[in-house]
């Protein structure tokens, strides 16, 4: 990619930063084709050329360039890279309607672009008439490729993914070194964007100027996951996680590839409230999902992460009769919707990550009974919820999938949590081959885990997963995922989250989709001294997580106990809601802080979550989100007076004042700290 801005080419590429369009003038006696297209409201213009037998394409907003010229196409196996000639065919088409989700973060999405679909004329067999599609909104664009001219059931390999993104300026990226062997569980790093090496996506820039980009993938379906690579010089380009043999993906024609998107905006809080990532996949597959039901949970988790009970089999086995007994009696008490069990099933004992071919999905430990405890949950208004970690081991689970869902839905476990703990990178295949996380073959996978599930009435929570890239549309049950580093860092002490984290993530992560962070430690030090091996934050940001962190299922992590010595902060927990009619990111910059509003799905009550980085702030915040002429009670759970997250993590201060969407609200934000606000409709 970089070669596109040799001297020579520079001379040949000029810019037209004053007029309404963006203008690339090829190099002379070039055989070049080009044509572009706007946004809806002419906001981003989306031009492609082919010139010198590559196809290119470039980005600008408002009359002023995003993306510089950047490479376009596939290569497969068996001929040479393509070179194309001509822009062959032209289509173009546009929408504006709106769907509804059956939950999510908003209940109604406008979908709202103009489509450009270019054929492409190319020189080999399987590049001879390619085409790329781009849909253009005003806050972003996506494009993928498809290959309708290769011969139905036709075997082909791609073996080089030339897509690349060249933005236009100085950028800072928030990033982690891509196919590291913890998946995607890194702390960001901060850095000029050219000193990105391979980064997993999302992929965030800010430029100089305060423009956001987020480059990322949509509708990733039977397709290795994509990473972007860095040229040293602020060019991106595709690297695909390959099978064993080198091979990208192995495909059958005719076929398509995921969306490429790039989501651009004035701020950081316009990119967290895109909606492109979901338009840009199919409509719902599985037809009624209203037994796909959002909620609150609680469960045995915590007490093994912090060695108080074990998942392996004995005296100390956590998932017992009793013990499940009491947190079903816990969650029915206080008003949550399930029960996660972890370590209830055959296979824990010993190295269960090294044997993870061991793990039975269908037969309990003796000291657990499937059947009995499901039926007591019911009885008390409570769903067990299921937990299925494969230790990677992938052919294994997927021989008993079949079978394990049929039990799940005969005992009315409605959720089941996956997991995949295992280096990426040391997946066995059938075959003997060692596969990574979101290869193709896990892609796949994971698709297949949904689908099976589905048929069950059943929704997957996964961890450890293939990356969020808005199948939640398609496949409704695929109901949150992990895909971050969480709160079992916080256990572990190797070293924790630190504040910065949790106003990050709300711009990086999870503009990918929901996460499932398991918020709610009350117990922030847990007997731990040293500031590195405990939960780096405040009580009132373990409060807000609840509405900055959007997951559909969360989870009230901590032990009940701890819930119970401290009422008053737990009724937020008990009162926030996780499915809603409304969400806005209304203020924040990345790794500093960020300030999130949501109203309930079905109510007229709003929630507002405030977290702020390891540096205290005032935050000035205008009500205009509320609906005007009416009266709210502001229900505010702030750090006290005291409060920091190194040296006074509990200090909370609960107050109450009546507020309407003519009023601003002053909140200080201490140290590592937060604030989390019920807005009660009172008239």
């Known amino acids: 990619m970089s070669s596109i801005f040799t001297p020579a080419r520079l001379k040949a590429v000029r810019w037209a930063l004053g007029g309404a369009a963006l203008a690339l003038v090829p190099s002379a006696g070039a055989a070049a084709t080009r044509e572009c297209a706007q946004s809806p409201s ?39 890279a393509p070179r194309f ?36 004329s190319g020189d080999t067999a399987l590049n001879r008439n390619p085409t790329v599609v781009f849909r253009i909104f005003d806050d972003g664009l996506g494009f993928r490729y498809l290959y309708d001219g290769i011969q139905a059931g036709r075997a082909v390999q791609v073996t080089g993914d030339s897509t690349s993104f060249h933005p236009v300026g100085e950028y800072q990226a928030w990033w982690y070194d891509g196919l590291g062997q913890e998946r995607d569980e890194y702390l960001y790093t901060q850095t000029d964007a050219r000193r990105i090496t391979l980064a997993e996506t999302p992929l965030t820039l800010r430029r100089s100027d305060g423009l956001h980009l987020s480059f990322h993938e949509a509708g990733l379906v039977d397709f290795p996951s994509m990473l972007l690579a860095g040229d040293g010089a602020g060019a991106l380009t595709a690297r695909l996680m390959p099978w064993p043999d080198g091979v990208l993906a192995k495909k059958t024609g005719p076929f398509a590839t995921p969306w490429r998107t790039i989501l651009i905006g004035d701020t950081a809080a316009a990119l967290a409230d895109s909606r492109i990532e979901l338009n840009l996949n199919e409509p719902n597959k599985l037809g009624d999902v209203s037994w796909v039901k959002p909620g609150k949970y609680v469960g045995i988790w915590w007490e093994m992460h912090l060695q108080k009970s074990t998942w392996g089999s004995g005296p100390t086995h956590g998932a017992n009769n009793a013990n499940v007994r009491r947190y079903i009696d816990f969650a029915a008490k206080y008003g949550f919707d399930g029960v996660l069990v972890e370590g209830w099933n055959e296979g824990w004992d010993g190295d269960w990550i090294a044997n993870g071919d061991k793990f039975s999905f269908t037969r309990s430990y ?33 021989r008993q999938l079949e079978q394990a869902m049929a039990l799940y839905e005969r005992n009315g476990v409605s959720v089941v949590k996956t997991g995949y ?16 996380f979101a290869g193709q073959y896990m892609v796949r996978h994971h698709l297949k885990v949904a689908q099976v599930a589905a048929r069950h009435r059943i929704a997957i929570d996964a961890h450890e997963p293939v990356k969020d890239t808005g199948l939640r549309r398609t496949y409704p049950n695929m109901l949150s995922r992990e895909g971050a580093r969480g709160q079992e860092f916080n256990a572990w002490g190797r070293p924790t989250n630190p504040p910065e984290h949790m106003t990050i993530l709300p711009f990086t992560r999870l503009l990918g989709g929901p996460m499932d962070f398991t918020p709610g430690i009350f117990d922030l030090t847990f007997g731990k001294e040293k500031l590195e091996e405990r939960v780096q934050s405040t009580l009132a940001t373990q409060l807000a997580e609840y509405v900055v962190v959007y997951s559909p299922v969360h989870m009230a992590a901590d032990l009940p106990e701890n819930y119970e010595a401290n009422p008053r902060a737990f009724q937020f927990i008990r009162d926030v809601p996780t499915d809603w009619d409304i969400s806005r990111t209304l203020q924040g910059e990345i790794g500093d802080f960020v300030v999130v509003a949501r109203r309930q799905r079905g109510g007229e009550d709003w929630y507002l979550g405030a977290i702020t980085d390891e540096n205290g702030r005032d935050v000035a915040q205008p009500l205009t989100f509320l609906e005007p002429g009416r009266t709210y009670e502001a229900q505010i759970y702030r750090d006290g007076p005291n409060a920091d997250f190194r040296t006074n993590p509990q200090d909370l201060l609960i107050e109450r004042k009546q ?18 606000i019920r807005f009660k409709l009172l008239r």
Do not use: M
């Open 42 to 80: 002419r906001t981003i213009e989306v031009c492609v050329t082919v010139d010198q037998g590559r196809a290119l394409y470039t980005v600008a907003r408002g009359g002023r360039p995003v993306i510089a010229p950047s490479a376009l196409g596939l290569s497969f196996a068996g001929e040479a």
């Open 85 to 120: 000639a001509a822009i062959t065919a032209v289509r173009r088409h546009s929408v504006d309607n709106s769907w509804e989700q059956p939950w999510g973060e908003e209940r109604v999405i406008r979908d709202r672009h103009n489509e450009l679909a270019l054929t492409l």
């Open 366 to 398: 003796p000291d657990f009974d499937l059947p009995a405890l499901s039926a007591y949950a019911r009885s008390r208004g409570v769903r067990i919820i299921g937990h299925n970690e494969t230790g990677g081991g992938v052919e294994n689970y997927e």
């Open 421 to 436: 703990v295992r280096h990426s990178g040391d997946i066995v295949d059938a075959a003997g081959g060692k596969q990574w």
């Open 659 to 676: 507020v309407t969407a003519a009023d601003t609200l002053s909140v200080h934000l201490a140290p590592g700290g937060g604030a989390a």
